[in-house]
């Protein structure tokens, strides 16, 4: 299904209207982090390669008992890759995400001085870190504009019928080409919560949706 809009979609008045809309509800679990201090490049790819296929609730509370026993590179790494599963074992594929949590702090400590630097190519290069996990690192702990592109984010802005991609890394190619900069890094903090109360996988809530007379409901099949 797609339906016609009507009123032009217009990505400044959403972002505004996305802001208001999310304000009940809790903000996506690395930001909340990044709210709690765990600052850090590390810290932030720690919690994104812990946050894989696991709920925001249980990443976050996963994340702050690692995080309790250790925070930096150099201290990760002194935690034996069992040590650091045990603290995770809450979350999805803890066993190969403890192993990938301690060679990243090990590499960091052997040939990086002791820290994870703002560096697209180095992030990239770790074993399972994937554009998403790099971008959101980049762009929350860094400050640099890049588009954290998660399911929320190729879910909502397809319905828009703002980009049409049939897998994240496209949307997040086709969002490079047309989103304004000044939201690249704000577009995840708030379509995670959007996406995951009100434009959500099943039934998302268009009736009173804000954004409804802006949105194509591209593939909306039943809405509520
Ligand atoms: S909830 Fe419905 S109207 Fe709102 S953004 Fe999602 S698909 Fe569009």
Redesign the pocket.
Known sequence: MSAVRTKPFDIDLVMGLLREAVRPYPPAAMFALYDEGYVTPFEQLVACIISIRTRDETMLVTARSLFEQARTPQKMSELSPAQIDTLINASSFHENKAQQIHDIARELTEAHDGELPCDEKLLLSFRGVGPKCANLVLGIACDEAFIGVDIHVHR?TN??GYVSAARPEQTMLALMEKLPREYWVEINRLLVPFGKH??TGRR???ST?P??EM?A?VG?EA?R
């Open positions: 909502v319905r828009w009100i434009c998302p809530r268009c949706c954004l409804l949105c409901q909306v809405p």
